[in-house]
């Protein structure tokens, strides 16, 4: 029987997805397995690298396990990942000599002010595409080095290897014979130059970081290791594709023409827009990424992410109480036809693009006495959408052309009032999926393209079908005052008086 099977795994932030897909995009089993969250200091966010690696294997296990799946018709194993999560380990034992330090942690704020007061953001935005925010790897890895004992000396003699998530995956996949990133995840480090899809010796220079600790970049869609001795697999399965999640996304709605974009919904909201073959660098704000990296072509994107969206509907479950699960949200926002003129700006651990103030607090207005808990729910769900539309808005004024449509993902991509919001807010066709997990089906389709399973990119987007579109419906006047309050709303929140 023909090996037409792919094999994704899917590691984020909170737990690992596995899942087995065809060539039309049918997810044929998954399995989700939780891992904990590690919180030592205030803004410090870790995760024990083993309890990712055990995710990964029970979720695999249960996969393979389910009478659906036959392991035979396995082609390749494709990933994602958590992008900026930044770990160390032993190249000889593969055993991490600290936590991983998450994208969400921030305790390089320091480091990365005193590379701004030295005049070193423009130099960074120009050769990465990235701003000097502690999000990203390269000051996390710097600290490791500073901060774990021993660590700097023992990198410099080549016994220790640096890694986002996917380089540690492949590393243990392959038992230990492969120390390789794809160029999506190395643009997200601060050390790669976007031009060249190289390390950049100047970049490591500014952070100190030894070049014998890294991997070797590699394309998004290849054979770049094979199995040896996981989860019940034969060894010697390719490992062929890679991308972090939110280029994986991308890929995943098949965007593949300029001006294509995707915006993912979930515990933040991260919008992307494919902008061909040459990057960018934005005037308003925006990342300047890898989108991915094939044999033939390398295809850039600008970003922008909200950092609160999912998590936003999680506080008003959590810290008022306003709704006993995160998915009565909907029907608590449509019980009013409005928020009432409430706005609120969900600035719950500060502002990203294209504001990038990490100081932003949130904040909410236009309260009467007439407001309810359903305005306040309406009023949250505008404000996801408001963020995105701000990050469509710097991407149309970057690209210098409209935006043709925008394909969604990601849990709460699943609200219908929040998606019509979306469409009416940022004037622009809202496309939802069939199935909404596109970061997985991405991984998949890439893996697809590097084993020949497809023989373009274009053949494996038939792995990406829309199920709805939503279209504007608000009229421009109306459109124009809602932002207006949106845009004063923002200045309250962003003022630090």
């Known amino acids: 029987m023909a090996a037409d099977l ?7 932030t909170t737990g690992t997805t596995v899942l087995v897909m065809d060539t039309q995009g049918r997810a044929l089993a998954r399995h989700t397995q939780e891992f904990p969250q590690h919180y030592p200091e205030p803004g410090w966010v870790e995760h024990d690298a083993d309890e990712i690696w055990q995710s990964v294997v029970s979720a695999a296990e249960r996969v393979l396990a389910n009478p659906a799946v036959d ?3 396995v082609a390749a194993i494709g990933i994602t990942n958590q992008r900026e999560t930044t770990l160390l380990w032993e190249r000889a034992s593969g055993k991490p000599i600290a936590r991983a330090i998450v994208w969400q942690d921030r305790r390089t704020a320091d480091i990365c002010k005193r590379l701004r007061d030295r005049g070193k953001l423009e130099l960074v935005r120009g050769r990465t595409g990235l701003v000097l925010d502690p999000y990203f790897s390269g000051t996390k890895l710097a600290w490791l080095l500073d901060n774990v004992n021993g660590a700097r000396e023992r990198a410099k003699k080549g016994e220790l290897a640096f890694g986002t998530i996917d380089s540690f995956l492949i590393h243990r996949l392959s038992a230990g014979e492969s120390h390789v990133t794809d160029a999506t995840n190395a643009s997200r480090t601060l050390l790669m130059s976007l031009e060249t899809c190289a390390w950049d010796d100047e970049m490591l220079d500014l952070l100190a970081v030894p070049p014998e600790v890294l991997p070797r970049i590699v394309s998004s869609a290849a054979i770049v290791a094979k199995t040896k001795g996981f989860a019940g697999l034969p060894d010697g399965l390719p490992i062929a594709g890679i991308a972090g999640d939110q280029q994986a996304a ?17 515990t933040g909201a991260f919008a992307l827009t494919n902008i061909g073959k040459h990057p960018k660098v934005s005037r308003q704000g925006l990342l300047t990424t890898v989108a991915w990296k094939t044999a033939d072509e390398v295809i850039y994107a ?6 609160i969206a999912g998590a936003a509907v999680q506080w008003l479950r959590d810290g008022l109480g306003l709704v006993q699960k995160a998915a009565d949200i909907e029907a608590l926002a449509a019980s009013v036809p409005s928020s009432d003129g409430v706005v609120f700006v969900p600035a719950l651990a500060g502002l990203g693009a294209p504001h990038w103030d990490a100081d932003a607090r949130g904040a909410i207005t236009g309260i009467t006495r007439g407001t309810t808990a359903a305005h306040v729910a309406r009023a949250t769900l505008e404000g996801i959408a408001f963020q995105v539309a701000d990050l469509l808005s710097a991407m149309r004024d970057d690209l210098g052309q409209p935006l043709k449509r925008m394909r969604v993902d990601g849990g709460a991509a699943a609200n219908d009032l929040l998606m019509q919001f979306q469409s009416d807010i940022a004037a622009i066709a809202i496309e939802r999926p069939r199935e909404l997990e596109s970061t997985a089906r991405g991984a998949a389709m890439l893996a697809g393209v590097g084993v020949g399973l497809f023989p373009d990119i274009h053949a494996a987007g038939q792995m990406s079908k829309a199920e709805r579109t939503f279209e504007p419906a608000m009229t421009g006047a109306d459109r124009e005052a809602r932002l207006r309050r949106w845009g004063h709303a923002v200045r309250l929140a962003t003022s630090h008086d």
Do not use: N
């Open 6 to 12: 792919l094999l994704a795994i899917d590691q984020g």
């Open 250 to 266: 991308l890929f995943g709605q098949a965007c593949f023409e300029v001006g294509d974009t995707k915006c993912t919904y979930g």
């Open 302 to 307: 600008l970003e922008g992410s909200a950092f």
């Open 71 to 73: 392991k035979q018709r």
